[in-house]
């Protein structure tokens, strides 16, 4: 293989044009995509396929590279709650299986990748480049900066190019008939008119007659929505720093390494005052920042001499500090003393029952807590929160019988013994923007589904807060004679959705014929 390589070390300028950059290239050749291997046993392992293992190493190795992909697209790091939202986890481990199937599917077939293969995808590779042309030596130097042998990244890459392949295969396969190519034309030309009746929940609302039942089961089916929130009561001291600075004295030497360290704080119209212009308050700004230090310092000292016995009375007197009680709060509402201190609330809702803590620096000064009363949250008793568990299910139920109500509208649509408005007729729409109706990307394509042979909808479509039954009324069908010309214009527009789908397919169906086994503590984590 690197008799090859040393081969493309004298080949021409390579250029390889990408139309959409994610990622740099270095961030993701050194990540070996879940070869996998055969294993007697399920131990440490992210998925069994077929009795070969996805390792946890190559899957945290692609989990890893597949959030960085997300946080470069979205600019920060991705939340815990945004990572698990978005199913990184999921996605991660769909796509080594996925890979692994293809690999033994292309196997099965007969597909093969040649050495030359892929030594020229290598020598396209910009970080194994100088000047554009491929370099043996920074291919070597750069593999083992990352850690990684040239034997390991070449099977990586024949890996990756065996995918690409059967892909490739399955796409190549994928044909559009004339029949759709004509469906497409008819779809971008004909005009249709469509007749409709429709249903909101506020219509409906009112119709809604609601058991003790009903209420009963959706509160003990959705108990967070009525939870009330946790509340606790705090005793706590605040002492000031200024409490420290009278004891405090501040020397030239430290007011002049104050200043050097915070020079952008004093300003003049002409620049950076000098240091005998502002000798003064830069003093009183060091002192205070001293007495700051020396407050927390001793603020923590008592909390840790008396944190064992929960004593913040004894913390609070051993650094000046006077205890104060609040009364029961919640984290959203914080009581009025309180308001603002958000960094005091959040450590607050942290700590146990008599649990002493702090310090916490505030702009207000420096705390010490301890949580006096906590009441959890809790769900009350249906008779005191009838009213509102009544409006929410009035909103899911007027919501559920509009939906019905339009569902069960088609059938009389079809014998044509409803009455009925018009949208007036119209073209396809890329934006889905229907005439009276509103903007519905899925009722523009239904619309130019149906035809006078069969022209009512299958099934009721919602657009904003209304569900709408509809049938054609009318057709405009475009002359064909276009249709030669722009032919194969439309097969080309359709074929990559219809490769698409051909994958989707076959991919599919590998995974009904597997048996995938996905260990479930990496998707619970």
């Known amino acids: ?77 991705l939340s815990p709650e945004l990572e698990k939202a978005m199913g990184i986890k999921k996605l991660t481990i769909d796509g080594l299986i996925d890979n692994l199937l293809i690999r033994k599917e ?90 409709f009746v429709s249903f909101s929940a506020a219509e409906v609302r009112g119709s809604i007659k609601l058991t003790d039942q009903d209420l009963t089961s959706y ?32 020397t030239p030497e430290e007011a002049q390494t104050y200043y050097q360290k915070n020079i952008d704080r004093y ?55 006077k205890v104060q009680k609040s009364p029961l709060f919640t984290e959203q509402s914080p009581a009025a003393d309180l308001a603002g201190e958000k960094e005091l609330l959040t450590r607050a809702f942290t700590l146990k029952q008599g649990e002493l803590g702090g310090p916490v620096e505030t702009a207000k000064g420096i705390y010490l807590l301890k949580v006096a009363e906590r009441k ?9 929160i009838r009213g509102a568990v009544e409006q929410k299910v009035l909103t899911v139920k007027a919501a559920e019988l509009a939906k019905k109500k339009a ?45 006078p042979a069969d022209p009512v909808a299958k099934k009721a479509v919602k657009v904003g807060e209304r569900w709408y039954a509809v049938k054609l009324k009318s057709r405009s069908e475009a002359p064909t004679t276009a249709l030669a010309t722009e032919k194969e214009k439309i097969r080309q527009s359709l074929l990559p959705k219809k490769q698409q789908e051909a994958q989707d397919a076959w991919l599919k169906e590998l995974k009904a014929k597997a048996k995938i086994e996905i260990n479930p503590a990496i998707l619970s984590e």
């Open 267 to 321: 300003q003049g119209k002409g620049g950076i005052l000098p240091f005998a212009e502002v000798k003064e308050k830069a003093t009183a700004d060091a002192l205070k920042q001293k007495a700051a230090k020396e407050a927390y310092e001793q603020a923590a000292d008592a909390v840790n001499k008396f944190r064992a016995q929960g004593d913040l009375n004894a913390a609070a007197a051993a650094i000046g500090g």
């Open 106 to 195: 292309a196997k099965r077939q007969g597909i093969k990748v040649t050495k030359d293969e892929v030594a020229a995808e290598i020598a396209k590779v910009p970080a194994f480049q100088k000047d554009g042309t491929f370099d043996f030596n920074q291919y070597q130097q750069t593999l083992k900066m990352n850690r990684m042998t040239p034997a390991d990244f070449e099977q990586a890459q024949e890996e990756d190019l065996l995918v690409q392949k059967a892909r490739n295969k399955v796409k190549d396969e994928a044909k559009v008939s004339d029949q759709e190519v004509l469906q497409a034309f008819k779809k971008q030309n004909d005009k249709v008119n469509l007749e």
């Open 407 to 451: 569902e069960e509208a088609l059938p009389q649509l079809a014998k044509g013994t409803a009455a009925l408005k018009e949208t007036g007729s119209f073209g396809y729409s890329a934006t889905g923007a229907v005439p009276v109706i509103g903007a519905s990307a899925e009722l523009m394509d239904l619309a130019f589904t149906l035809t």
């Open 1 to 77: 293989m690197l008799g090859i390589m040393r081969k493309y070390k004298q080949s021409i300028l390579i250029k390889i044009v990408f139309g959409i950059i994610v990622l740099s290239f270095i961030g993701t050749i050194f990540l070996v995509w879940g070869r996998g291997d055969k294993t007697s046993g399920p131990s440490g392992f992210a998925a069994m396929v077929d009795g070969t293992k996805i390792s946890l190493d190559d899957y945290q190795k692609s989990y890893y590279r597949t959030r960085s992909v997300y946080e470069q697209i979205y600019g920060r790091s």
């Open 376 to 384: 959890p949250a809790v769900v009350p008793p249906l008779a005191q």
């Open 219 to 250: 509160l003990q089916d959705h108990q967070a929505e009525f939870k009330t929130p946790e509340q606790i009561s705090i005793e706590y001291a605040l002492v000031s720093p200024a409490q420290f600075a009278s004891k405090l004295s501040v």
